[in-house]
């Protein structure tokens, strides 16, 4: 069974930068999937963020591109996001997955950051 | 890029069907086979329904179905249960990147 966790600071200062680590259990980071953000602002719907591939190939949205940042530690099975210049609009509900082709197969449970002035 | 577009809200009684639609443009849903359909509780992460346009994962009841003409694909639930009341978020894939709809909330009354 795939799982994935995420972790990482529940506040942000305004202009800093957002950190999360995605743990990965039940698949190997280094598998043929590729592995991805998606985030959620409360109230509102799903924003996808971007993914990568174990050999450090990524895809972003163009309207994040600019500020995201993203990695892989293989030996220690998980991947990372960082989002810079934060401010209060990327207070959300940060979820990681496992994209399983064109889709997000298996999800994190996700994690409230919000971003603070 | 724009999300793609989806009504806020569609309800409907037990054992009835709804159609949930999603509109994107040639850029998105007109050109890739590639669109997935995500249900999702309050509090909640995203359950994968569909995929690729029509396809079910393993344990997604058989009332659920997908499709996809031009711009538009819709998300099709017969046999309306009251666990089937949730938020429900198409996505597509858009040549680098994926989008997502706004989602659209089913009431079962």
């Given at each position: 069974?795939v799982?994935?966790?995420?972790?990482?600071?529940?506040?942000?200062?305004?202009?800093?930068?957002?950190?999360?680590?995605?743990?990965?259990?039940?698949?190997?980071?280094?598998?043929?999937?590729?592995?991805?953000?998606?985030?959620?602002?409360?109230?509102?719907?799903?924003?996808?963020?971007?993914?990568?591939?174990?050999?450090?190939?990524?895809?972003?949205?163009?309207?994040?591109?600019?500020?995201?940042?993203?990695?892989?530690?293989?030996?220690?099975?998980?991947?990372?996001?960082?989002?810079?210049?934060?401010?209060?609009?990327?207070?959300?509900?940060?979820?990681?997955?496992?994209?399983g082709g064109?889709f997000e197969d298996y999800?994190?449970?996700?994690?409230?950051?919000?971003?603070?002035? | 890029?724009?999300?793609?577009?989806?009504?806020?809200?569609?309800?409907?009684?037990?054992?009835?069907?709804?159609?949930?639609?999603?509109?994107?443009?040639?850029?998105?849903?007109?050109?890739?086979?590639?669109?997935s359909w995500y249900k999702?509780?309050?509090?909640?992460?995203?359950k994968l329904m569909i995929y690729d346009?029509n396809k079910r994962p393993s344990g997604v009841p058989d009332?659920f179905?997908g499709?996809?003409?031009?711009?538009?694909?819709?998300?099709?639930?017969?046999?309306?249960?009251?666990?089937?009341?949730?938020?429900?978020?198409?996505?597509?894939?858009?040549?680098?990147?994926?989008?997502?709809?706004?989602?659209?909330?089913?009431?079962?009354?």
């Amino acid at each position: 069974q795939v799982q994935l966790q995420e972790s990482g600071p529940g506040l942000v200062k305004s202009s800093g930068t957002l950190s999360l680590t995605c743990a990965v259990s039940g698949d190997s980071i280094t598998s043929t999937n590729w592995w991805s953000w998606v985030r959620q602002p409360p109230g509102k719907g799903l924003e996808w963020i971007g993914e990568i591939y174990h050999r450090g190939t990524t895809n972003c949205s163009p309207s994040l591109k600019s500020r995201v940042t993203m990695s892989v530690d293989k030996s220690k099975n998980q991947f990372s996001l960082n989002l810079s210049s934060v401010t209060a609009a990327d207070t959300a509900v940060y979820y990681c997955a496992r994209r399983g082709g064109y889709f997000e197969d298996y999800w994190g449970q996700g994690t409230l950051v919000t971003v603070s002035s | 890029q724009s999300a793609l577009t989806q009504s806020r809200s569609v309800s409907g009684s037990p054992g009835q069907s709804v159609t949930i639609s999603c509109t994107g443009t040639s850029s998105d849903v007109g050109s890739y086979s590639y669109v997935s359909w995500y249900k999702q509780h309050p509090g909640k992460a995203p359950k994968l329904m569909i995929y690729d346009v029509n396809k079910r994962p393993s344990g997604v009841p058989d009332r659920f179905s997908g499709s996809k003409s031009g711009n538009t694909a819709s998300l099709s639930i017969s046999g309306l249960q009251a666990e089937d009341e949730a938020d429900y978020y198409c996505s597509s894939y858009a040549g680098t990147f994926t989008v997502f709809g706004g989602g659209t909330k089913l009431t079962v009354l």
